[in-house]
C-alpha cells in the first residue's frame, strides 16, 4: 500500500488503536497491523513523532506504566475527551472523503 495513504490517515489510525483501551507503542504497531490483516505497517520512527504531538495537541495523555511481565516501564496513552471529539470528527471526514471518492471511481 503506498505509504503516503498512511501518513494522510495516521492521526485517526491511531485515535482509532487507543479507542477502547489505553495502549503502549508496540501494541499499536501490533495491533493495526492486525487489524488491517498485514496492510498498514509503521514503524517507531513515524508513530512516536505522531503520538507526541497528539499528546500535545491534547487528544492523548500518555503515562509511564509496568507492564505485568516485568522490564522497563513502558508509556502507555489513553483517549481524552477532546481525543474522542477529535476521533469522531475525523471519522465522518473521512466517510465523506472515502464516499466521494467511491462515487468519483464508480466502485
Do not use: C
Request: hydrophobic share 35%; charged share 25%.
Amino acid at each position: 500500500m503506498d505509504s503516503n495513504l498512511l501518513k494522510g490517515h495516521l492521526d485517526l489510525i491511531l485515535l482509532a488503536a487507543l479507542e477502547h483501551e489505553s495502549k503502549y507503542g508496540g501494541q499499536m504497531i501490533s495491533e493495526v497491523h492486525e487489524r488491517t490483516q498485514g496492510a498498514f505497517q509503521f514503524k517507531e520512527g513515524s508513530l512516536y513523532p505522531a503520538l507526541h504531538r497528539m499528546e500535545k495537541a491534547g487528544w492523548i495523555e500518555g503515562e509511564f506504566r509496568q507492564l505485568p511481565r516485568g522490564g522497563s516501564a513502558v508509556r502507555f496513552y489513553t483517549l481524552t475527551d477532546s481525543g474522542q471529539r477529535t476521533l469522531r470528527e475525523k471519522r465522518e471526514a473521512y466517510r465523506e472523503f472515502s464516499g466521494a471518492v467511491r462515487t468519483l471511481l464508480g466502485v
